[in-house]
């Protein structure tokens, strides 16, 4: 079975490691529930990915080039060779310097031509792109092109990562790039040549990333309102965290005015973020998976009327696909569609959030975005009602203790 470069996607935004298929290996069942992810993007050409730590002595410094107006680099890669799948010893592999004073990634472009030798697909032929601690990109210029023969790829200019793709650039620790030329299926073992790069360029833009002036989560924020984090009082611009496999991190905020409330993870994320809004009781109120812009980055505003007022709110972010729960148990929110900024609409939409269900495997730092709204610290909303109640208030508790908990008489002595 021959694993195309959407198992390449599933794997890459899994945040795994790059590897390739091995001729003969068995494909698991697929599961008919699951989030079909390669339709939910415009482009893979460009595929975020961690891959772990670079050793530097592996690589080869990329010196024939000449900075374009101090801010790109064109990297000349004709006559390359493409081998093996990632770590291959055969697979050449090269640093790229950022020009002085820029310390981070910011575009990409590519005018090639390839050759993908049978039974070798064009569409195989993919370099790895990453910083020093191995976060970055997957360039496929022949994604989609599934057979083998000659063909010639452009982008039409350099592309902003943020701008074209929704995704952040990426900061550079060392100041420089690390490129890995390899095979996404080896057809040919043993450092046999599957494809090549005849002609062309990669051109590559540098920039700078701006301080960050937001808020910082402290410690690891609560996945309830009662456990939410506190956000300082003022205009609340940005929260910047970090999720790992399971979490969840909620945090109190004051929307303003909600016909100018957003808050974005696009273009601050290579996670596959959701991000959720709970009223002051704890009660769903909108939500987002996809971007509608594309990506997997996500964005809630009030295009869809579903904030009725300024007040107090819960600002939640996890990753695909852990899901809120209402009192009931059931999810406040469908699955799909994937793309679209929506009120609550799931099973126990009616109720407040009382746990998560389902699971992710993501780890990573974020930034959502925030506008139209300002600090603010959690309330106490009531509690989700006793087994059996459809409605809930202090004397209905206090009537159901007292069925399920009956006062022991005494007698005196």
């Given at each position: 079975m021959r694993y195309t470069l959407s198992s390449l996607i599933v794997c890459a935004l899994a945040l795994c490691s790059v590897g390739f298929a091995q001729k003969g290996q068995a494909g698991e069942k697929p599961d008919p529930n699951a989030k079909p992810i390669v339709s939910k993007t415009q482009n893979w050409r460009v595929i975020p990915v961690n891959v772990g730590p670079r050793n530097p002595s592996q690589y080869v410094p990329y010196s024939d080039f000449f900075p374009a107006s101090g801010g790109t680099v064109d990297v000349d890669v004709t006559g390359t060779p493409s081998y093996d799948g990632t770590g291959a010893s055969c697979n050449v592999r090269l640093t790229v310097a950022a020009p002085s004073g820029k310390d981070a990634w910011t575009g990409i472009g590519w005018d090639v031509t390839l050759t993908a030798y049978d039974p070798s697909w064009l569409s195989e032929i993919a370099v790895l792109i990453t910083n020093v601690d191995g976060d970055g990109y997957i360039l496929v210029p022949g994604a989609g092109d599934d057979g083998s023969g000659t063909s010639s790829y452009s982008s039409g200019g350099v592309n902003d990562l943020c701008g074209a793709y929704n995704l952040p650039p990426l900061p550079l620790p060392d100041g420089n790039l690390y490129l890995e030329f390899y095979e996404t299926y080896n057809d040919f073992a043993d450092c046999g040549q599957d494809g090549n790069w005849d002609s062309g360029t990669l051109t590559f833009a540098f920039g700078s990333i701006p301080p960050f002036t937001g808020y910082d989560e402290q410690g690891d924020a609560g996945d309830l309102p009662e456990t939410a984090q506190a956000t300082p009082s003022g205009v609340l611009s940005a929260i910047r965290g970090t999720l790992s496999a399971d979490d969840v991190d909620m945090y109190a905020i004051y929307i303003t005015d909600p016909s100018s409330f957003s808050a974005t993870t696009s273009c601050q994320t290579d996670l596959d973020t959701q991000i959720f809004l709970f009223d002051a009781n704890g009660n769903p109120v909108v939500f987002n998976d996809d971007d509608p812009n594309g990506g997997f980055a996500s964005r809630i505003d009030n295009s869809a009327f579903c904030i009725p007022s300024a007040g107090l709110y819960y600002l939640a972010i996890s990753a695909y696909d852990r899901d809120p729960t209402g009192c009931n148990g059931g999810e406040?929110?469908?699955?799909?569609?994937?793309?679209?900024?929506?009120?609550?609409?799931?099973?126990?939409?009616?109720?407040?959030?009382?746990?998560?269900?389902g699971s992710h495997g993501d780890s990573g730092t974020y930034i959502v975005s925030i506008t139209g709204a300002e600090g603010a610290s959690p309330g106490d909303p009531a509690d989700c009602p006793p087994p059996g109640n459809d409605q809930w208030d202090e004397n209905s508790e206090r009537r159901w203790r007292r069925r399920r908990c009956p006062q022991q008489r005494t007698t005196r002595v």
């Open positions: 406040q929110w469908a699955d799909t569609p994937f793309g679209t900024i929506r009120c609550a609409d799931g099973a126990d939409q009616a109720s407040r959030i009382s746990g998560w269900t």
